[in-house]
Nanobody, 124 residues
Framework: QVQLVESGGGLVQAGGSLRLSCAAS????????MGWFRQAPGKERELVAA????????YYSASVKGRFTISRDNAKNTVYLQMNSLKPEDTAVYAC?????????????????WGQGTQVTVSS
């Protein structure tokens, strides 16, 4: 059973940076695309970034493009989300998820394994 465990969330001032990590158990991590989703209170879940199995293809939502960077280290079974120039509107619970296949997908229904999430709070 694949388990995903996020870390790296916390409280940061606007303009600051955080790096989230998502460690996956299991031996097939490198075969699947991974995504980072976020959900703020009263808002729908949003895909903010995704990366293909080998890291060659990435996706970013318009709201984070140019500020966030997704990467992965298949040798460590870990995917990262570097978040720079954080804004109060980035405040949310961030969760990583494993896609059903190796290609990037922007649809939440195409992700079948989810972490519990880590809180990111950006103060103004």
């Amino acid at each position: 059973q694949v388990q995903l465990v996020e870390s790296g969330g916390g409280l940061v001032q606007a303009g600051g940076s955080l790096r989230l990590s998502c460690a996956a158990s299991g031996r097939t991590f490198s075969a699947y695309a991974m995504g980072w989703f976020r959900q703020a209170p009263g808002k729908e879940r949003e895909l903010v970034a995704a990366i293909s199995w080998g890291g060659g293809t990435t996706y970013y939502s318009a709201s984070v493009k140019g500020r966030f960077t997704i990467s992965r280290d298949n040798a460590k079974n870990t995917v990262y989300l570097q978040m720079n120039s954080l804004k109060p509107e980035d405040t949310a619970v961030y969760a990583c998820a494993r896609a059903l296949a190796g290609a990037v997908s922007t649809r939440a229904q195409q992700y079948d394994r989810w972490g519990q999430g880590t809180q990111v709070t950006v103060s103004s």
